[in-house]
């Protein structure tokens, strides 16, 4: 056979190589991560493996696709408008200053720059445990314009975060408040535990609240907060060691859920 052509695509941080015939169609695809070469028809057996001899890294399986599993299923099925695994973090605000960036010039910094930072800073250290059987989401929409931060789901469980931008500021919190250095105190841990508890609903499970400061220069708890964890961004990683609570099929059908759009519409 002759005239197969080597696509490479990513999802969700993994690249693909799908071998394709003239008309577009697939008949194979080469995972690097997991070493294996996934083929859909016998007959084509050694002219995709010859396709593919460039690109292979190593020794590898060959054979039919998985069977996908309920919460692969559920992932297949659902329309790419209603998935929110995509969702970078801080999309909600990073669409918002594409659409307003404000004024060219301001005396003072925007707020949303910062609150941006924040979620990016967390973000992307929540995205690093991925690889350690954790799944997180970011700006996950609610009803009423409101929306989680982030929400993370993997062996200890399911943890809804609040980010803060703290640079070099002390931190007061005395729950339900939470002071910025010398600004107004907020009630930002009621918002929290409201939030986690809007989540809790929508996946039938429990979800613990996480108020994450990025780069405080102090923090002062005057008021131990009821069931809230309070993390520095530099110290989410700890959650990795969390286990014991969710086994990894779990895991999966609780992040099919929750990636999906509609599942936030009823709380």
């Given at each position: 056979?002759?005239?197969?052509?080597?696509?490479?695509?990513w999802?969700h941080?993994?690249?693909?190589?799908?071998?394709?015939?003239?008309?577009?169609?697939?008949?194979?695809?080469?995972?690097?991560?997991?070493?294996?070469?996934?083929?859909?028809?016998?007959?084509?057996?050694?002219?995709?493996?010859?396709?593919?001899?460039?690109?292979?890294?190593?020794?590898?399986t060959?054979?039919?696709?998985?069977?996908?599993?309920?919460?692969?299923?559920?992932?297949?099925?659902?329309?790419?408008?209603?998935?929110?695994?995509?969702?970078?973090?801080?999309?909600?605000?990073?669409?918002?200053?594409?659409?307003?960036?404000?004024?060219?010039?301001?005396?003072?910094?925007?707020?949303?720059?910062?609150?941006?930072?924040?979620?990016?800073?967390?973000?992307?250290?929540?995205?690093?445990?991925?690889?350690?059987?954790?799944?997180?989401?970011?700006?996950?929409?609610?009803?009423?314009?409101?929306?989680?931060?982030?929400?993370?789901?993997?062996?200890?469980?399911?943890?809804?975060?609040?980010?803060?931008?703290?640079?070099?500021?002390?931190?007061?919190?005395?729950?339900?408040?939470?002071?910025l250095?010398?600004?107004?105190?907020?009630?930002v841990?009621?918002?929290?535990?409201?939030?986690?508890?809007?989540?809790?609903?929508?996946?039938?499970?429990?979800?613990?609240?996480?108020?994450?400061?990025?780069?405080?220069?102090?923090?002062?708890?005057?008021?131990?907060?009821?069931?809230?964890?309070?993390?520095?961004?530099?110290?989410?990683?700890?959650?990795?060691?969390?286990?014991?609570?969710?086994?990894?099929?779990?895991?999966?059908?609780?992040?099919?859920?929750?990636?999906?759009?509609?599942?936030?519409?009823?709380?």
């Amino acid at each position: 056979m002759s005239g197969l052509r080597v696509v490479p695509t990513w999802r969700h941080g993994q690249e693909r190589l799908y071998v394709c015939l003239t008309d577009g169609r697939n008949i194979a695809w080469y995972d690097r991560e997991t070493g294996r070469v996934n083929l859909l028809s016998e007959e084509h057996l050694d002219d995709v493996l010859e396709t593919l001899r460039p690109f292979l890294t190593g020794p590898v399986t060959v054979g039919p696709p998985p069977v996908p599993t309920p919460a692969e299923l559920v992932r297949l099925t659902l329309h790419p408008d209603d998935d929110l695994a995509p969702n970078r973090p801080g999309e909600a605000l990073l669409i918002a200053l594409d659409r307003d960036p404000g004024p060219a010039h301001r005396l003072r910094p925007d707020p949303r720059r910062r609150a941006l930072t924040a979620e990016q800073t967390v973000g992307e250290a929540l995205d690093r445990l991925d690889g350690v059987g954790w799944h997180a989401l970011h700006s996950v929409p609610l009803p009423g314009g409101d929306r989680l931060h982030h929400l993370l789901i993997g062996p200890g469980g399911i943890f809804c975060f609040h980010s803060l931008y703290a640079r070099k500021q002390k931190v007061l919190v005395a729950d339900p408040m939470v002071t910025l250095g010398r600004r107004e105190p907020q009630p930002v841990l009621r918002r929290l535990r409201a939030d986690a508890d809007r989540a809790a609903y929508a996946l039938t499970a429990e979800v613990h609240p996480v108020l994450t400061l990025t780069d405080p220069a102090d923090i002062t708890v005057r008021t131990a907060p009821r069931e809230v964890r309070v993390l520095r961004d530099r110290d989410l990683g700890t959650l990795s060691r969390l286990g014991g609570v969710l086994k990894p099929a779990d895991v999966e059908a609780l992040h099919a859920m929750a990636r999906d759009r509609n599942t936030w519409g009823r709380v």
